[in-house]
T-cell receptor, first 117, second 115 residues
Framework: AQSVTQPDIHITVSEGASLELRCNYS??????LFWYVQSPGQGLQLLLK??????LVQGIKGFEAEFKRSQSSFNLRKPSVHWSDAAEYFC???????????????FGKGTRLHILP | DAGVTQSPTHLIKTRGQQVTLRCSPK?????VSWYQQALGQGPQFIFQ???????QRGNFPDRFSGHQFPNYSSELNVNALLLGDSALYLC??????????????FGPGTRLLVL
């Protein structure tokens, strides 16, 4: 069965510093991978997704993620964080029973990002 | 273009009661999925509806049921509420069969508290 592991429950970085959030997945075939962000009281917003092709994926808000098949990882990065980036970040893998790649999404438990002024 | 909308935003129920949550998909979408997000956890897939039928289901008891209407909107029903059903319930929609060109859009959720 597919699973997603986010090893860091909380991460604290200073404003302006670089950020890397870790994500490891377990999936038998080529995974469909996502990063979502959830601000307090808000729903989930898609930051970026990987389906195929270039393993370095650019997303919104200056985020990027790199798919590394050999390490079963899909880490999220940002070169310089802003105070508004404080939120909960979820890595997820899409499980498709058909050709539709978004049939069912399996989420990790999330990483809470704190920003120091 | 309205995104995914959910109602109500918050709800308080007592154990044993029944609750109905509602979701309107994003314009042009025909498939609705429901997720439960307990406090401090990632969302968990409950089930998905397409063409007014349950297309697939996660590991949730039969107390959780749903419905999809001809206009693609959906309801999530939970019977015999337990304290552990307290969570944020998220609805997501997509146009089925788009082979990855589309992605699921999530609504803001309904916060359910069971006392």
């Amino acid at each position: 069965a597919q699973s997603v592991t986010q090893p860091d429950i909380h991460i604290t970085v200073s404003e302006g510093a670089s950020l890397e959030l870790r994500c490891n997945y377990s999936y038998g075939a080529t995974p469909y991978l996502f990063w979502y962000v959830q601000s307090p009281g808000q729903g989930l917003q898609l930051l970026l997704k990987y389906f195929s092709g270039d393993t370095l994926v650019q997303g919104i808000k200056g985020f990027e993620a790199e798919f590394k098949r050999s390490q079963s990882s899909f880490n999220l990065r940002k070169p310089s964080v802003h105070w508004s980036d404080a939120a909960e970040y979820f890595c997820a893998v899409g499980e498709s029973l058909t050709m539709n790649r978004d049939d069912k999404i399996i989420f990790g438990k999330g990483t809470r990002l704190h920003i120091l002024p | 273009d309205a995104g995914v909308t959910q109602s109500p935003t918050h709800l308080i129920k007592t154990r044993g009661q029944q609750v109905t949550l509602r979701c309107s998909p994003k314009s042009g979408h025909d498939t609705v999925s429901w997720y439960q997000q307990a406090l401090g956890q990632g969302p968990q897939f409950i089930f998905q509806y397409y063409e007014e039928e349950e297309r697939q289901r996660g590991n949730f008891p039969d107390r959780f049921s749903g419905h999809q209407f001809p206009n693609y909107s959906s309801e999530l029903n939970v019977n015999a509420l337990l304290l552990g059903d307290s969570a944020l319930y998220l609805c997501a929609s997509i146009l089925l069969g788009t082979s990855g060109q589309e992605t699921q859009y999530f609504g803001p959720g309904t916060r359910l508290l069971v006392l």
